[in-house]
């Protein structure tokens, strides 16, 4: 195997375990739920993205055939990663936000699920 190629496996599995480490840092450390959701779905995504790619190549080099295998599983990851997430944040907002607590919206009146927007009266 190629020495360009054992250093690409080897920042590859170094890029996953930095970014493994942040993410499981900042899932303890972090105050509120909605900044711990956060740290899982980015930083170790991130980090098991990383892993698959080191097996990519790896396989590529040292076995000589393309596993489709870790595409396969990078490609779900980084589809389901974020629609859970949107999906907790969902459930966060209106588990435990009122109407009341949430901030005022911007001009465009589309910024939270939870404001009603009251018609204006047409101008003549």
Known sequence: ?????EYLIAGFLIMSGVFGFVGS???LKLNDPMSRLHAPTKATTLG???????????????????????????????L???VTALFIAKVHL???????????PADDSSW??????????QQD
């Open 48 to 78: 098991v993205g990383g892993v698959l790619l080191a097996s990519m190549v790896h396989g590529l080099t040292v076995e000589g055939s393309v596993s489709l295998h870790e595409l396969m599983i990078t490609l779900f990851l980084f």
């Open 94 to 104: 209106h588990r435990h936000e009122t109407k009341d607590s949430l901030p005022t």
């Open 25 to 27: 840092f900042g899932l």
């Open 1 to 5: 195997m190629s020495m360009i190629f």
């Open 112 to 121: 939270a699920t939870h404001t009603v927007i009251e018609p204006q009266p």
């Open 80 to 82: 389901t990663a974020p």
